[in-house]
């Protein structure tokens, strides 16, 4: 299983960022993906969850800001991400599994002025 993310980097209060996380040697197309991450200081915090049949759900502080989605053609899992806040600085990592066997090895988010 290998996982790696992108998509990473600093933006403005306000800004967007799409992170994306290219998938391989598993079964994307029917795997149960996640998006946790990690701020400075901080224990892991669940973001978001995408099923195998494309159902979604989100912490709820993130509900109406963050969208996941997959791409099982390109095996790729995205989460969009909009009026950042500077507490949503953290390392973003993608995970594989309802039980959150597989990690990438993160993206660092920073949201500054």
């Known amino acids: 299983v290998q996982l790696v993310e992108s998509g990473g980097g600093l933006v403005q209060p306000g800004g967007s960022l799409r992170l994306s996380c290219a998938a391989s040697g598993f079964a994307f197309s029917t795997a149960f993906m996640n998006w946790v991450r990690q701020a400075p200081g901080k224990d892991y915090e669940w973001v978001s969850s995408?099923?195998?049949?494309?159902?979604?759900i989100y912490a709820d502080s993130m509900k109406s800001r963050f969208t996941i989605s997959k791409d099982v053609a390109k095996n790729t899992l995205y989460l969009q991400m909009n009026n950042l806040e500077p507490e949503d600085t953290a390392v973003y990592y993608c995970v594989e599994g309802a039980v959150f066997a597989y990690w990438g090895q993160g993206t660092q988010v920073t949201v500054s002025s």
């Open positions: 995408i099923n195998t049949r494309g159902s979604t």
